[in-house]
């Protein structure tokens, strides 16, 4: 297709930027930067539907992973301090199922820790329930409070123990005593545990959906 100045309608060849007889600018239109800016608009908008969570997916893969990890990470629960390590699987096992779903099947680190942060979400309330009810049904319905309040006991002695080793006084001791030994205090010594429980296992859902985002999901190179 032959080019002509709009002003004096000479011919210009393709690529100038100017009018050879009257140096009017031309406009230079190239089919190659528009397929790269095509090309970049495409990979802009996959990373923006990578850092959107499609959070009624994102549940479906959520719930039959954080709350079975929730009751096994109970306070009274064999698995004990691994829990926490568990949690943060779970959560990054919820993000590859989730991830796996998509098109292309990846999101980015910042989506996978708002995934792994309701998974700990979830997770840690069941936990905190679970523990709550074994402990309850201890005491009332199995009848094994004799032994749980041995146990305390125990821990209240060591403590003292402790305290007579670092040389505390005498008063005290007495005033921890009648607080650990108290229904109040003995609640509020189990609840700080559950809540640090809560916590530890928060951070390492959170930890675990970012590693899972990372390494689970594979993104598209641009262009591909």
């Known amino acids: 297709m032959e080019l002509t100045c709009s002003r004096c309608h000479e011919t210009v060849q393709d690529g100038y930027r100017y009018c050879p007889a009257c140096g009017l600018p031309q406009l230079v239109y190239s089919t190659e930067n528009s ?24 549940v479906r893969s959520i719930l039959p992973l954080a709350i079975p990890t929730g009751i096994l990470c109970s306070l009274l629960s064999p698995v004990g301090i691994f829990g926490v390590l568990l949690m943060g699987v779970a959560a990054a096992w919820a993000v590859a199922l989730y991830a796996r779903n998509l ?28 523990t709550g009810l074994s402990l309850y049904a ?3 319905w199995l009848h094994k409070g004799d032994s749980f309040d041995g146990f305390w006991q125990s821990l209240v ?8 080793a670092a040389g505390a006084d005498a008063q005290t001791l007495a005033a921890i005593k009648a607080i650990m030994i108290s229904p109040e205090g003995r609640a509020g010594f189990v609840l700080v545990a559950i809540a640090l429980l809560v916590a530890m296992q928060l951070l390492f859902a959170i930890a675990g959906g970012a590693l899972g985002a990372r390494r689970l999901t594979r993104p598209p190179r641009p262009g591909n």
Do not use: C, K, Y
């Open 138 to 140: 201890m005491r009332f």
């Open 103 to 130: 098109r292309p099947s990846w999101i980015t680190v910042g989506a996978g820790v708002r995934i792994g942060l309701v998974t700990g979400i979830v997770g840690g309330w069941t936990a905190a329930a679970a």
């Open 157 to 164: 002695n060591q403590q003292q123990a402790h305290g007579i």
């Open 35 to 58: 397929a790269g800016a095509g090309e970049r608009d495409r990979w802009n908008e996959a990373v923006r539907d990578a850092n959107t969570v499609d959070w009624r997916a994102a």
